[in-house]
C-alpha cells in the first residue's frame, strides 16, 4: 500500500482543488446534500460535475466513465469533502445502479440508462427494504408475476431515499415464492412515473423526508427490464450492495474530517475538563485510524477490481464514531445545545446520525459480515 500520492495522484488533486476553487459556488460550500433539499440546485451542481468528468470517474471509457484508478476516485471523494462541496443528486444511479447494470445489464440495457446517469437527467432509488425485509433481503414479498409477456408487480418497500424525486427503481422482487430461498428473487429495473407506483415520503428525526414508502398496485414491467436472469436477483442484488458501501468510504471519512475540525473550533477557547479533553483525542484518533481503514479497502479494491466485504469495515466504524462526534458536540456547548445555532449543523448531525448506524447494513450486520467474511470466524448461524 503506498500512503502517499504518486506524482501523477498529486498532480490529479492538484487538478480537483482548482477545479473546485472555480467551479464551487460559495452558497452551495457547506449545504447539506440530503436528498430532501436537493431538487434545483442539486441537478445543476451534478451536471456540472458530470461535465468535468467527475460524476463517474472509475466507470469504464466505453460507458462514458474516466477509465480512472480507484485512487482518483479516493482523491476527488476526499477533496469534495474538504471543500464542503454537496454531493451528486444521482447517488443510487452512480453509485448503486449504474455498476450492476455495468456488471449484469445487457448492451441495450447498459446503453438506454447509463448516458442518463451520468448526466443526472434521470435520478434512481433503491427498492430493496419492505416492511418484513430489511436486514434478510431474501424475505421480500413484493411479487413480480410473469403475465402475458410482461412482470405485474404488486407489494411495498419502505425507506427509499430519493423515491419522491426518481425517475428509476432498482427493485428486488419475489417471482418465483415455490422457488428455494435466494433463488426465487427477481431484479427489475421500474419506472417511477408508471401507472400505479406510488409514493409517500416519511419524514424522520430531523424533520426533513428523505426517505419514502413505495407502492405498488398492478404495476407493468416489460421483461427486457430484468437485470441478470428471472431468479438470479439475490446475486444481482449482492453485487449493488458491495458497491454501495464501497462507493461511501473516501466521502465517509472526508466529511468526518470536516466535522472533527469544526469539533476543534468548537472546543477551542472553552474549558475543558480532561475526560472532555480525553475524548476530544479520541475522536482524532478515530478519524486517523478511519482514514488508514479505508486506504486498506482501497488497496484491495485495486487488487481485485471488485468491492469486497472490507469496505464493510470503514461504514462500521464510522456510523458508530459519527454517533459519538454528535453527542461530543453537544455536550461541549452545553446547555447552548438546545438552541440552534446558525444552521444548527450539531443538532441537525446528532438526529440524523441515529439513522447512520441502520443505513446501509446494521452495525449488526456489518459485524457478522466482518467477522465471517474478513476475519473468517465460523458462521454464526
Ligand atoms: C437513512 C436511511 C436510508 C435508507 N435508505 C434505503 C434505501 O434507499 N433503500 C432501501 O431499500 N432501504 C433503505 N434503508 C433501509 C435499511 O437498509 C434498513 O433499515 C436496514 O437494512 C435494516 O432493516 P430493518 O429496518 O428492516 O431492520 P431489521 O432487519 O428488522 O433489524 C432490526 C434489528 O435486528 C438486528 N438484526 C437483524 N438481523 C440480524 C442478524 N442476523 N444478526 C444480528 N442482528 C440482526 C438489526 O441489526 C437491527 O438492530 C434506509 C435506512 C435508513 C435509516
Given amino acids: 500500500m503506498q500512503l502517499r500520492d504518486s506524482p501523477e495522484e498529486a498532480a490529479f488533486r492538484d487538478e480537483v482543488r482548482a477545479w473546485l476553487a472555480d467551479n464551487l459556488p460559495d452558497d452551495l460550500r457547506g449545504r447539506r446534500g440530503g436528498a430532501a433539499r436537493f431538487e434545483a440546485w442539486g441537478r445543476e451542481w451534478s451536471r456540472k460535475l458530470g461535465e468535468a468528468g467527475y460524476a463517474a470517474l472509475t466507470w469504464p471509457k466505453e460507458y462514458g466513465g474516466g477509465g480512472a484508478p480507484y485512487s482518483h476516485q479516493a482523491i476527488l471523494l476526499e477533496e469534495l469533502a474538504k471543500a464542503q462541496a454537496p454531493g451528486h ?70 425507506w427509499s431515499s430519493y423515491a419522491h424525486l426518481a425517475d428509476w427503481c432498482i427493485l428486488v422482487t419475489l417471482s418465483d415464492p415455490d422457488a428455494p430461498r435466494y433463488k426465487g428473487l427477481t431484479y427489475l429495473l421500474v419506472d417511477m412515473h408508471a401507472p400505479g407506483v406510488e409514493v409517500r415520503p416519511l419524514t424522520q428525526i430531523t424533520g426533513e423526508a428523505e426517505f419514502n414508502e413505495i407502492f405498488f398496485a398492478d404495476v407493468e414491467v416489460p421483461v427486457g427490464n430484468v437485470i441478470g436472469e428471472p431468479g438470479q436477483g439475490w446475486q444481482v442484488a449482492m453485487t449493488t450492495l458491495m458497491h454501495e458501501r464501497a462507493a461511501l468510504g473516501f466521502a465517509l471519512s472526508g466529511a468526518f474530517e470536516v466535522a472533527v475540525r469544526k469539533l476543534l473550533e468548537l472546543a477551542g477557547g472553552r474549558e475543558l475538563d480532561d475526560r472532555l479533553r480525553d475524548r476530544i483525542a479520541e475522536t482524532w484518533i478515530e478519524l486517523q485510524a478511519l482514514k488508514w481503514t479505508n486506504y486498506r479497502a482501497l488497496t484491495r479494491l485495486m487488487e481485485t477490481g471488485a468491492p469486497g466485504p472490507e469496505a464493510s469495515v470503514p461504514k462500521l466504524h464510522w456510523s458508530e464514531a459519527n454517533q459519538r462526534l454528535g453527542k461530543l458536540a453537544l455536550e461541549l456547548l452545553g446547555p447552548e445545545a438546545q438552541v440552534t445555532d446558525g444552521d444548527g449543523y450539531w443538532q441537525w448531525l446528532q438526529l440524523r446520525s441515529r439513522g447512520n448506524t441502520i443505513e446501509a447494513g446494521t452495525s449488526e450486520i456489518l459485524r457478522n459480515i466482518v467477522a465471517e467474511r474478513v476475519l473468517g470466524l465460523p458462521k454464526g448461524r
Fill in 89 to 158: 443528486i444521482g447517488v443510487i444511479g452512480l453509485g448503486m445502479a449504474g455498476p450492476t447494470i455495468i456488471v449484469h445489464g445487457t448492451d441495450e440495457q447498459k446503453s438506454r440508462y447509463l448516458p442518463k446517469i451520468l448526466s443526472a437527467e434521470e435520478i434512481w432509488c433503491q427498492g430493496f427494504s419492505e416492511p418484513g425485509a430489511g436486514s434478510d433481503l431474501a424475505s421480500v414479498r413484493t411479487r413480480a408475476e410473469l403475465r402475458d409477456g410482461r412482470y405485474v408487480v404488486n407489494g411495498q418497500k419502505v
